[in-house]
Every structure is written in C-alpha cells, then in structure tokens.
C-alpha cells in the first residue's frame, strides 16, 4: 500500500512537546548506556568486565563458555549504546524536521489568508472572499486561477515533505527494534543516513527480485509495490544510484525491454495505466542516479551509451528487438539527467542516426512499444532525447548550438534536427505518413530558449545578475532569433504537427524581444534612434532584435493556431500594460508604447481572422461560427483583467483547467526583482464546455470577434488614461490613436491576397 500523506490538520495538530521529550529522555538514556558500556566517573563498566576477562587465567570450560560470555555480554552493552544513539539521532532530526514543516504550513496558511485563500484540514484550498459588508468600503480580492494553483502546490509541497520525514523516520526506528534479543551497532547517525540506508537496502531487494528472471510475470501487486519503491526513492541517490549500477547498463536496458514489451507485446488496461506511472519513476529514479560521478556510477554511463548499438531481446533464441538507444531513451522522458551524459548521449544517438543507411524509420526499425500508454508507433530515440532536452534547459541550449560529426562531417545540430535543407533529418511518420517527434522537438526548444523545464508548473524567467548569467540569456535570444527566422510562415510549422504549442510558448516567453523588434519600422528603431531602447528596457533585460520583418511573419504564422493564438494574445496584453507602467509616468512615453501594443494586438487578431478564412474559405457560416467562439473566449479574457496604474502590476486571468504555464517577461519593477516576475497563463479549454449554433447571430461572429479583440486590447490604456486623470476629450483622442495603431497591425499581418480571405 503506498503511504498515505499527512494532512493538513494532522501536521498541525502533531504534539512536538511530546516528540521533545522523548528526545530528552533518550539523550539521559544515551549517557547512562555510554557509562554502562565504557565507564566514567569511576563508574564500573562493561569495558572494564571486558578487559579483566579477557586478562583473567580461565580454565577449563571457563576459558570457553564464561570467557565467550562476559565478552559477549559487554559487547551488547557497546551495542545498545550505539543503538541508542541512532535512536536519538533518528528523534532529533525527526523533531528539528517536523518544527519546519508546522512552521513552514502554518507561515503558507497566515500568508495565503492575506490573499482570501482557505487551506481546510485536508490541505485543500479554497477562496474565501468576504462579504461586501463584512469588507466595509475595503478593496476584496478574488484570488486568481494562478494564485490559487500556487497555493495548493505550496501546501502539497510542505504535507509531501512532512510525509517524507513521518516515512523515513518510522521506517529507520522499525529497522531498529526489529530483533527483541540483540542490539546493533550499526544504526544511523541521522535521518539523512536513514534515508540512504533504506535506499541502498530497497535497491538491493529489488536487485535479487530482478535478478530471479521473469518480470514480465510480476503481478499486479507486485509491480504496485515496486512502483510505490520507485516513488518514494527515485530522489535518493542512496537508491537510484545502487539500482543502477546493481543491475549495470546491459541488466537496466534489458529489465525495461522485458517489463514493457514482453512476448505477447506491451501491456493493456489497468496495468498499463500502472506501467506509465512505473516508467516515469523509473526514469527520473536514473536521472537522479546520473547525477553521481563514483567510478561505478561513470562506468554505467558510459556502458549505456557503448549498448545503444546493441539488440535487447526478448528471447535471446530470436535475437530481434530494440536495440539500447531506443530502450534507454523511452527512459528519458522524465527527470533531470546529468550534464555531460546528456551530451555524450546525443552526440552518440545523432552520429549512429546519421551514420546509418538509409532514413531514421530504417535505423529504428524495431516496432517493439516501449512506451506507456502505449503508441503503437516505432520508438525513435531522438524524439526520446529530446524530451530529456526538455528537461535540462542548459545542455539543450548548448546541444543546439554544437554539432555533431559523422563519417568524418560536422553538421550543425540545429540544421539536422530542424532545418530544412537537404541535410536534415526526415523524421519517422506513422501508418497515415504523419511526421512524429516534433511536440518532443518543441519541448526541447522551449527548455533551451527559455531557460526552464517546458513541463515546469511554476516556471520563472531566469536571473540576469551575474555575468553567467547575462550571457546565458543572450544565447537563449540568440537561439530564439534562429527560430523566429526558421518559423516564419504557416507552412513550415504546419509540417511539423505537435510543435505550435512551443511556439506559442516560446514566443510569450519572449514577447519583450518581439514588441522590441516590432518597433523598428524602416530601421527607424537602429542604434536606438526611436527610443525603443530606452522605453523597452533593451540594455537592463538584455533583449535581441529578431528584425521587424521577421517578427511579423513569425507572429503571423503562429496566431494562425488558435490555441496558440491565445496563449500569445493573452502574453501581449500582459506585457503591453506593465510596458505602459514601467515607463515612470511619463505620459508622452506610455502612450508611445501603448499605442505600439495596440498595433500588435491588431498584428495578431488579424493573423488569427485570416487563418479562420482560409480554412474556412467555402463555408462560410462555418467561419463565422468560429469566430464566434474567438470572441467569447477574448469576451471572458477582457472581463478578467485587473485594471493597471503606473508602477502597478497587470495581471490576465484566464479560466482554469487549462495547459501549462509560461513566464512572461513583464517589464515592471515588483519585489523580488524584474526579469523574476512569473504570470500563470493558461490555454483555455472553457470553450469545449459550451457548443455554439449557427444561428443569426453567430453570422456575426466576425464583428463580434473583432470589437471583442480590440476592447481587450483598449483595457490597459483606458485603465491608465482615467487613473492617470485624464480629460473625456484626451481620452476620445487617445481611443482614436489606438484605432489607428490596431488597424496598423492588421495591415501589417494582412495577406487576404495570398491567403483568399
């Protein structure tokens, strides 16, 4: 059975008087033992029995039996003594951890109550808005969707960490009262020595259990409890570095290749759910392990790269199976794994690939699913590497910007994995003939331009402190111009399906460098002559100039999306507003930017009305319908808009149940530091929940959509224009300016000659 987390209200209630002074009395307990087993203060002590025993003239059978005796005997007494000691430290740790955890929960609740959020017993939250009248005339805040996921992983983090503690500390004191006739001396000296043991002492059992053959056959239950090891192990080195190397390279391939795929094939129903949550475990359990540079450990690596030419089969009478890349790379799509492995593993993959005759879906030709749930498609361990990219932000930066050499050629490994001329790699395609592996792509990407894992929950842009640190986002940029300029058209991204939603990420993540980039129209913006320099900030948050053409066809061919479309749409007007307040108040300046988010805003609707025409060129009344449903998703968005001030936050709020999240480089000074500020955006799945009929109205969807969009895209500056005191006649002038910029970028994006909308 897998252990149960604390609650909230257990964690609380924990009586950590009672816990001190157990600690108390074992410390007293400790000293008494000590004295027993080697004196002091005079004191007769087993050592001493020791020590005239053995110096004592035995005869007969007393030089046997009496002599083992009494030796025998103080040793236990040195034994308990030790034992006793490994108690204590168990305790004390336990109790020093178990402080942290209460003050840590209780910290988390006062805080979040400040934001009206409710932590119940069970450690669930919830809002908890007063009542106008309750609030008196005081502003209420509503908790975001953002804030909201914040807080429930907060509270998960501290109740999972307070479990932990609660697990290892049982199961250490358990170990230690195991024998009712004997003493050990070899107890830990602390809860982290705990941990390691039983680490070491769980990859041993499941070493022999391995080792006995047949795992294919494990049952149900036994493939549950080796999974719930997995769970609670897989981020102690203690663990995952004896699992490793205790099995070796060739044991650890082969132990997959016969879980997952065993000789009626891979695996349905409710042991197929267990093996997906089995194969992610295990994969971050040998990325944990990777992470050490022991000999044992260095020589596994390198064993698992000289295998990956190698066949695993099932049955070693018909050689015929995967061969070790494609099995170690379906062990890559969670965790960290280390630096330079993750390289050497690349480069290795990459030449083998290249090397090979014939195109890739003839390198990896072995069907065997690796993979749970399973796909049915061939495994291609590229596909495999790069998720493991996805997870290591720095070595994917560094792999794309490093080649590889095979038979005696260096190829750049962004012009393999995603050019398009005549060198680059054809990626496998499935039964229908379509490309697979570029959402692997995309996350890989992510990682490397953005700095952070693409799955991350709580993603934040990296610090520009350091000079490392500087220079590192410079080449993120750097990498993100290469795909500005390689994305730059519908087509190209429509050939690599799955990788429009890194884009749009991507290119939130760097919506700065993008409105920076857009405002340079016939190079008025070169050597800052516009003042776009100063404005956006370009030398203090260090962005790059993609170029304004680029940045148009770029954003023109992700909005094309919808899904993407909004994620984008929903960044610009985050930035847009803390652009207008990052300017200090100066009026002149914050209607300059202002009016440059309008025009971009314009840029992207325009985009996304055009794409909905071409795809709906002969349907009319189909088109309209989506645009409908644009338009109530940008309805629902505007309405979620906190108003901005100068030198005050902007926040977009959109519904729950959606994607991931993207960091969005917001342009004003908060605590913490720009450049640190994180907003929670997520892609909005409300619209699936809601059909909408082809009805009259929805005939005038295109108009709706379109006043929707530029209501959004007015919000900030009407917030600003009234708080800042604005007249009716400046604000009219000021609506009118807008106008014109959003009709500016629709004009900018505006193909309909090309597109035949």
């Given at each position: 059975?897998?252990?149960?987390?604390?609650?909230?209200?257990?964690?609380?209630?924990?009586?950590?008087?009672?816990?001190?002074?157990?600690?108390?009395?074992?410390?007293?307990?400790?000293?008494?033992?000590?004295?027993?087993?080697?004196?002091?203060?005079?004191?007769?002590?087993?050592?001493?029995?020791?020590?005239?025993?053995?110096?004592?003239?035995?005869?007969?059978?007393?030089?046997?039996?009496?002599?083992?005796?009494?030796?025998?005997?103080?040793?236990?007494?040195?034994?308990?003594?030790?034992?006793?000691?490994?108690?204590?430290?168990?305790?004390?740790?336990?109790?020093?951890?178990?402080?942290?955890?209460?003050?840590?929960?209780?910290?988390?609740?006062?805080?979040?109550?400040?934001?009206?959020?409710?932590?119940?017993?069970?450690?669930?939250?919830?809002?908890?808005?007063?009542?106008?009248?309750?609030?008196?005339?005081?502003?209420?805040?509503?908790?975001?969707?953002?804030?909201?996921?914040?807080?429930?992983?907060?509270?998960?983090?501290?109740?999972?960490?307070?479990?932990?503690?609660?697990?290892?500390?049982?199961?250490?004191?358990?170990?230690?009262?195991?024998?009712?006739?004997?003493?050990?001396?070899?107890?830990?000296?602390?809860?982290?020595?705990?941990?390691?043991?039983?680490?070491?002492?769980?990859?041993?059992?499941?070493?022999?259990?391995?080792?006995?053959?047949?795992?294919?056959?494990?049952?149900?239950?036994?493939?549950?409890?080796?999974?719930?090891?997995?769970?609670?192990?897989?981020?102690?080195?203690?663990?995952?570095?004896?699992?490793?190397?205790?099995?070796?390279?060739?044991?650890?391939?082969?132990?997959?290749?016969?879980?997952?795929?065993?000789?009626?094939?891979?695996?349905?129903?409710?042991?197929?759910?267990?093996?997906?949550?089995?194969?992610?475990?295990?994969?971050?359990?040998?990325?944990?392990?990777?992470?050490?540079?022991?000999?044992?450990?260095?020589?596994?690596?390198?064993?698992?790269?000289?295998?990956?030419?190698?066949?695993?089969?099932?049955d070693p009478a018909m050689p015929m199976g995967p061969n070790g890349f494609q099995v170690m790379s379906s062990l890559?799509?969670?965790?960290?794994?280390?630096?330079?492995?993750?390289?050497?593993?690349?480069?290795?993959?990459?030449?083998?690939?290249?090397?090979?005759?014939?195109?890739?879906?003839?390198?990896?030709?072995?069907?065997?699913?690796?993979?749970?749930?399973?796909?049915?498609?061939?495994?291609?361990?590229?596909?495999?590497?790069?998720?493991?990219?996805?997870?290591?932000?720095?070595?994917?930066?560094?792999?794309?910007?490093?080649?590889?050499?095979?038979?005696?050629?260096?190829?750049?490994?962004?012009?393999?994995?995603?050019?398009?001329?005549?060198?680059?790699?054809?990626?496998?395609?499935?039964?229908?003939?379509?490309?697979?592996?570029?959402?692997?792509?995309?996350?890989?990407?992510?990682?490397?331009?953005?700095?952070?894992?693409?799955?991350?929950?709580?993603?934040?842009?990296?610090?520009?402190?350091?000079?490392?640190?500087?220079?590192?986002?410079?080449?993120?940029?750097?990498?993100?111009?290469?795909?500005?300029?390689?994305?730059?058209?519908?087509?190209?991204?429509?050939?690599?399906?799955?990788?429009?939603?890194?884009?749009?990420?991507?290119?939130?993540?760097?919506?700065?460098?993008?409105?920076?980039?857009?405002?340079?129209?016939?190079?008025?913006?070169?050597?800052?002559?516009?003042?776009?320099?100063?404005?956006?900030?370009?030398?203090?948050?260090?962005?790059?100039?993609?170029?304004?053409?680029?940045?148009?066809?770029?954003?023109?061919?992700?909005?094309?999306?919808?899904?993407?479309?909004?994620?984008?749409?929903?960044?610009?007007?985050?930035?847009?507003?803390?652009?207008?307040?990052?300017?200090?108040?100066?009026?002149?300046?914050?209607?300059?930017?202002?009016?440059?988010?309008?025009?971009?805003?314009?840029?992207?609707?325009?985009?996304?009305?055009?794409?909905?025409?071409?795809?709906?060129?002969?349907?009319?009344?189909?088109?309209?319908?989506?645009?409908?449903?644009?338009?109530?998703?940008?309805?629902?968005?505007?309405?979620?808009?906190?108003?901005?001030?100068?030198?005050?936050?902007?926040?977009?709020?959109?519904?729950?149940?959606?994607?991931?999240?993207?960091?969005?480089?917001?342009?004003?000074?908060?605590?913490?530091?720009?450049?640190?500020?994180?907003?929670?955006?997520?892609?909005?799945?409300?619209?699936?929940?809601?059909?909408?009929?082809?009805?009259?109205?929805?005939?005038?969807?295109?108009?709706?959509?379109?006043?929707?969009?530029?209501?959004?895209?007015?919000?900030?500056?009407?917030?600003?224009?009234?708080?800042?005191?604005?007249?009716?006649?400046?604000?009219?002038?000021?609506?009118?300016?807008?106008?014109?910029?959003?009709?500016?970028?629709?004009?900018?994006?505006?193909?309909?000659?090309?597109?035949?909308?």
């Amino acid at each position: 059975m897998a252990t149960e987390t604390l609650t909230a209200q257990e964690l609380t209630d924990l009586r950590l008087a009672t816990l001190n002074t157990a600690v108390s009395d074992w410390k007293t307990m400790v000293g008494r033992l000590e004295r027993l087993a080697t004196g002091g203060n005079g004191e007769v002590s087993a050592a001493d029995l020791e020590e005239k025993a053995n110096a004592a003239n035995w005869k007969g059978v007393n030089a046997t039996v009496s002599r083992e005796f009494v030796t025998k005997t103080a040793a236990q007494f040195a034994d308990a003594a030790a034992e006793a000691k490994s108690v204590l430290a168990v305790l004390r740790d336990a109790h020093s951890s178990f402080t942290k955890h209460k003050e840590d929960l209780r910290t988390a609740i006062d805080e979040l109550a400040k934001s009206n959020i409710y932590v119940n017993g069970n450690g669930k939250v919830a809002a908890s808005v007063p009542s106008g009248q309750a609030a008196g005339n005081a502003d209420i805040h509503k908790p975001t969707d953002g804030e909201m996921d914040a807080a429930q992983s907060r509270i998960t983090r501290i109740l999972w960490e307070a479990t932990e503690t609660d697990r290892i500390a049982a199961r250490a004191l358990r170990q230690l009262a195991r024998n009712k006739y004997d003493f050990t001396d070899q107890g830990p000296d602390s809860l982290k020595d705990a941990d390691r043991d039983q680490g070491k002492a769980d990859a041993d059992y499941w070493r022999k259990e391995i080792a006995k053959g047949d795992v294919s056959e494990w049952s149900e239950e036994k493939l549950a409890r080796f999974n719930e090891t997995l769970e609670n192990q897989r981020d102690n080195p203690g663990f995952t570095e004896a699992f490793a190397t205790g099995l070796g390279a060739d044991g650890t391939l082969q132990f997959w290749r016969d879980l997952a795929a065993p000789p009626g094939g891979a695996v349905e129903g409710d042991r197929a759910k267990l093996m997906a949550h089995v194969q992610d475990n295990l994969s971050m359990s040998l990325a944990n392990a990777s992470h050490s540079d022991s000999p044992a450990m260095e020589a596994w690596k390198k064993d698992v790269i000289a295998s990956g030419t190698k066949i695993f089969p099932v049955d070693p009478a018909m050689p015929m199976g995967p061969n070790g890349f494609q099995v170690m790379s379906s062990l890559m799509g969670k965790g960290k794994f280390d630096d330079d492995f993750l390289h050497d593993y690349g480069d290795a993959v990459v030449k083998y690939e290249r090397e090979y005759p014939g195109k890739p879906g003839v390198a990896w030709r072995d069907t065997t699913d690796l993979t749970y749930p399973p796909t049915g498609n061939a495994n291609d361990p590229v596909a495999g590497f790069m998720e493991a990219l996805g997870h290591n932000p720095e070595v994917s930066l560094e792999f794309f910007n490093d080649s590889t050499t095979a038979d005696g050629k260096a190829l750049d490994n962004w012009d393999y994995l995603v050019g398009h001329d005549k060198e680059a790699r054809e990626w496998p395609v499935d039964d229908d003939g379509k490309p697979l592996g570029f959402d692997h792509l995309g996350h890989a990407l992510e990682s490397a331009t953005l700095g952070y894992p693409y799955d991350d929950k709580d993603p934040s842009i990296p610090p520009m402190k350091t000079e490392t640190q500087i220079e590192a986002r410079e080449a993120r940029t750097d990498l993100m111009s290469r795909v500005v300029d390689n994305y730059s058209s519908a087509d190209v991204i429509e050939k690599q399906p799955g990788i429009s939603e890194s884009l749009a990420r991507m290119a939130s993540g760097h919506i700065d460098s993008l409105n920076y980039s857009a405002a340079d129209f016939g190079g008025s913006g070169d050597g800052g002559v516009n003042g776009r320099d100063s404005r956006f900030g370009a030398e203090k948050n260090h962005l790059a100039d993609f170029g304004s053409t680029s940045t148009t066809n770029f954003l023109r061919a992700v909005a094309a999306d919808e899904d993407a479309y909004n994620t984008v749409s929903a960044a610009q007007q985050a930035y847009g507003a803390s652009v207008m307040a990052a300017q200090g108040g100066d009026d002149g300046d914050v209607k300059r930017v202002a009016m440059h988010s309008m025009m971009m805003h314009g840029m992207l609707d325009q985009s996304r009305f055009e794409s909905i025409g071409h795809e709906f060129a002969d349907e009319k009344e189909a088109a309209n319908r989506e645009l409908e449903k644009q338009g109530a998703w940008r309805d629902f968005a505007a309405g979620a808009v906190i108003g901005t001030t100068v030198g005050v936050a902007s926040e977009v709020i959109i519904p729950a149940r959606a994607a991931a999240a993207v960091a969005v480089p917001l342009a004003f000074e908060v605590v913490g530091g720009a450049a640190e500020t994180h907003m929670s955006n997520q892609t909005l799945d409300w619209l699936q929940d809601n059909e909408f009929d082809n009805t009259d109205e929805a005939l005038q969807g295109i108009d709706k959509a379109r006043d929707v969009g530029q209501r959004n895209a007015m919000i900030p500056l009407l917030n600003y224009g009234q708080a800042s005191g604005m007249s009716d006649d400046d604000i009219w002038d000021l609506s009118d300016e807008a106008e014109e910029a959003y009709n500016k970028g629709r004009t900018r994006s505006d193909t309909k000659d090309v597109r035949g909308f």
